[in-house]
């Protein structure tokens, strides 16, 4: 693919493309899953490694480039070295993260695919750290928020098994090493010492069915006439659950008319807010209306084909700040999505100037409160949930990012990107794009030039963590 400028009906392609790679376990046709948007921006006609096999072998090939000495020599002065993504282990290699994160609120951790074993564990190092270390008291994937709760209810009071509870989030979670770092915070949680307890949400908004059965079942509680009618107010939308598809071919008028709607049933809500908080509690109502925004999110998402690809992270992003303002201003967060997620800009693409990923809102709000570590690889392998078998990649072109970072000779180190000298022959290639890995839930390997776009890094993320090799995560089920 060599055109970088895409229609609409091409983002309508990539959005069947993009199925299943984050959503919950019943995933709607139109979950439009940009950590599948390799083939948004693709990087034409890469120059693959000179020690890469495969079809990218056939594209273009150029004089193999040889890193200058004086970058090699840069990356390991300034790259931190860490020993191992071991959970279990001690927190030693990890201090230098107290200066690189600071007094930040939020901690973004992003990932170059959703299926490798050293992101997960490295995530679940990392959370672990950040809580027993630094105070962080929140947790959120990039997972829907009502489903999320209920492993939230385990990890605050031990109800249910979390095996089971993890078949609710998206199947791209549904591995072992997110179940051992969710049974970490119940352990914490019963045994905190000094650390704060800490809470597992999400914050995604594609699925809509448990967020309308939730707002029904706290207005039968609070207000048992009104249950019934928001019942069918939502009943125009319910009938189109796993058929998004469906919903946005419909008149405007047809969506027009539903999408009112939804929004009667959230702006009662909002009249009743005195009520009901003494009927309930003001987390109660907080959490019902919570719910009835979400709905209506996801309607505005299913509502437009063109949009949808990027309302999805503006919506996450206010979903995050909910999140962080329902915990209090002490609070402090840590999110775990996708590369592209978490990041402050998208790439550099002209064709989506003006729209912007979840990190890029939610830096603007909280500026330096927020820290975004992107995760890149060099070589390895990933599950994909359109394989039963663990998919690898070929080597990285000469000219990526990975390439240049192999060339340090380091198994795996972060390295702050901010604040880069821009007159240093040592620091000025990461100063100008580069292609940089950049895959989801699915992968197709006679197409690595797909899962590739191209960037300024430091524009994109605050610290690197870099990996020499990778293996796949541990599937369930």
Known sequence: MNALRFSRLTIFTISLVCLAACG???????NTAITQAATVTPIARLSPASTATGDAGELSPEPVITVAPEVSAWLRDNAIPFNTTDPNSDFEDLMPLK????????VALGEATHGTHEFFEMKDRMLRFLVEEMGFNTFAIESN???ANLVNDYVQTGKGDPVVLLNELSPTWQTQEVLDMIRWMRAHNENPGDAPLVGF????????TMAMDSVVAYLEKVDSDHAAQTTELYRCFRQYTNRDLIYTQLSTETKTACRANLQTVYDQLSQ??????????????AWALQNAR????AEHAASSVDESFMLRDRYMAENVAWLLDQAGPDARIVLWAHNFH?????????????????????????????VVFGFSFYQGSFSTLDSLTASSVELPPENSYEYYFHSAELPRFFLDLRGLPSDSPATNWLLTPHPYRHIGARY???????FFLSGILPKLFDVIIYFQDTSPSVPLY
């Open 24 to 30: 919950g376990s019943s995933t709607p046709v139109m």
């Open 99 to 106: 200066d690189l994160i600071g007094d930040a609120r939020i």
């Open 145 to 147: 928020w009502p489903e």
């Open 201 to 208: 949400f999400g914050f995604d908004m594609q699925l809509y």
């Open 272 to 285: 009743q807010q005195s009520d009901y908080e003494a009927r309930s509690s003001a987390t109660e109502f």
């Open 294 to 297: 979400l709905v209506l999110q």
């Open 342 to 370: 978490i990041s402050k800009d998208f790439a550099d693409s002209k064709d989506f100037a003006d729209r912007k990923p979840m990190g890029a809102y939610l830096k603007e709000r909280y500026g330096d409160q927020m």
């Open 444 to 450: 197709t390997p006679s197409t690595p030039e797909d």
